[in-house]
């Protein structure tokens, strides 16, 4: 669940060694041109997320796209190249004001196109939009960026519907089934690309990118995943890093399993903020007591394990899919409405709302398809960490998973699972990102955030430097804080556009 913090109407869209060698290689690519070729946009297709092709911007100012040659396996050139999508949109100083430079965007993941999200996501900028170029990309191993891709739409809904906590040898057995089948599709579709999608190769390109944008160091705003693509980038190029933001800040330190413990605390935490913040308002689907409206929750999706609820659709909410759903729904403040509506329809026996929510995680649109969100998600975190657990390692994690969340807990802890087998050897169990005599850079924290708990930002400016990360600590809800806190967005735009930080461990909130 470590995904973008992007608000969920966007998402409806907001972590070498290798056993593979892949295909024979290609002739050499030119990596970087002295200018990009930009061009008017295409409308996102479906491996981004689809959608319409971008509009112009209120002032009049148009999308632009591009791609970008990068080596496909560094150090290698005669391997053969991939190309990086791109998109951006140009500044509009205003009278007596000047250009800064290029900001480059990763709303996180990982898996999440910035070419599909960032014009999604562009009124929320509009006062960078002024003095910035604003820009993302999608990653490689995302999207039109030489996308990972494994089953069929058809065969990925058949394997959302497998019970993700299973009770029983024949959950189990279905459960290990159907990852094999997922494997063995990333492998017959995408085995040339997948040991090359880690997070260092991608922070290689990002500098690739600053050099073909034509600055002298990289401006950024990472969100989520994003923080750790920021963190390593500003590992190898201390000497590039220019302002930079991390906003909803994924923890350095932990392995794979303390990331979907921390995950557990933090979604239980939201939860528990949503219901007492439901059950001061009339009419709230869980009851004035937010103890009993946990407990109905929990008798709700014990009840979907035997007895998936019809939607309008046809389709079926299954236990996976409520969890989703209501997991989704906490990534952001905003959506704690439609959550307690969705929550309402379901005790009421309709599915509808919290299957919407789980799609929009999902990566699945209306008709039917599927984005690669969840097949890059997976790639890119394999091919970072070692980490490579059991059944049996499962099983000793779920008791501290079960108390740290009885909504999620066991979800989580079957999800540390998801490299078993994966056929590429990842790097390390932790990233490093110490990044001495880098600028400063701004790691923004949220105290309520369900999806990169607030621990995880202080570790990473910690890990950065004496000098390097500064800390700003945000009260409130949601994973990250640019555009839904003020004081946070206010001093997040201040050190964007003068270069001042707030004094570290400032509090918003």
């Known amino acids: 669940m470590k ?3 992007v608000r969920l109407a966007v998402a409806v869209l907001m972590c070498l060694p290798v056993c593979l060698t892949g295909a024979g290689a290609e002739a050499a690519v030119p990596v970087v041109r002295s200018s990009l070729l930009w061009r008017s946009c295409d409308a996102p297709t479906p491996i981004q997320g689809s959608g319409d092709r971008p509009d112009t911007l209120r002032d009049g100012t148009p999308w632009e796209c591009a791609k970008l040659w990068v080596p496909l396996r560094y150090g290698d050139p005669e391997y053969g190249a991939i190309q990086l999508a791109l998109i951006r949109v140009q500044a509009r100083p205003k009278a007596g004001q000047a250009r800064i430079g290029s900001l480059v965007f990763n709303f996180g993941g990982p898996g ?3 070419v599909a999200t960032l014009p999604l996501a562009v009124n929320t900028f509009l006062s960078l939009h002024e003095r910035y170029d604003l820009v993302s990309f999608d990653p490689r191993g995302v999207g039109e960026s030489a996308g990972v891709s494994c089953l069929s ?4 809904d058949e394997l959302l519907t497998l019970d993700a906590t299973p009770d029983d040898d024949t959950e189990r057995r279905a459960l290990s089934a159907g990852t094999r089948t997922f494997i063995a599709a990333c492998e017959d579709n995408s085995a040339r690309v997948l040991p090359y999608v880690g997070t260092e190769n991608a922070a290689r390109d990002m500098d690739l990118l ?7 160091t990289l401006y950024y705003y990472g969100a989520s995943y994003g923080t750790e693509l920021g963190g390593v980038y500003a590992h190898l190029f201390p000497e590039n890093v220019g302002r930079m933001v991390f906003d909803a800040v994924v923890d350095p330190e932990s392995d794979t399993v303390g990331h979907s413990l921390g995950q557990a605390k933090g979604f239980q935490l939201a939860l528990g903020n949503f219901l007492k913040d439901c059950a001061r308002r009339s009419g709230c689907a869980t009851g004035r007591d937010p103890a009993q409206g946990a407990a109905r ?9 035997d007895r ?5 659709s046809g389709r079926l909410l299954t236990q996976s899919h409520a969890t989703f759903g209501i997991a989704s729904a906490l990534y952001s403040k905003e959506s704690w409405t439609y959550l307690d509506r969705g929550l309402g329809t379901a005790f009421d026996g309709n599915g509808d709302i919290l299957l919407l929510f789980a799609d929009a995680l999902n990566g699945r649109d ?3 398809r599927y984005n690669n969100l969840q097949p890059a998600n997976t790639a890119i975190n394999c091919a970072d960490t070692s980490d490579r657990y059991t059944e049996a390692d499962v099983r000793r994690e779920l008791p501290a998973f079960r108390k740290a969340s009885p909504v999620f807990g066991e979800f989580l802890a079957w999800s540390i699972l998801q490299c078993t087998d994966w056929p590429v050897t990842g790097r390390t169990k932790s990233v490093d990102v110490s990044a001495a005599g880098a ?3 701004l790691i923004v924290g949220n105290t309520g955030d369900p999806a990169t708990p607030y621990e995880g930002a202080h570790r990473m400016a910690t890990r950065l430097g004496s000098g390097v990360g500064v800390e700003l600590i945000v009260k409130g809800e949601g994973h990250g804080a640019y555009g839904s806190d003020t004081c946070a967005t206010q001093k997040i735009d201040t050190y964007l556009l003068t270069g001042k930080t707030p004094p570290n461990r400032t509090v918003c909130g």
């Open 3 to 5: 995904l973008s913090p």
């Open 112 to 114: 999440g196109s910035g």
């Open 153 to 156: 739409d058809k065969a990925y």
């Open 210 to 216: 600053r050099q073909a944008l034509g600055e002298r």
């Open 297 to 305: 929750i929990a008798s709700l999706l014990k009840r979907l394990d």
């Open 308 to 312: 998936p609820l019809r939607t309008s």
């Open 366 to 368: 209306q008709r039917g």
């Open 439 to 441: 600028s400063p850079i």
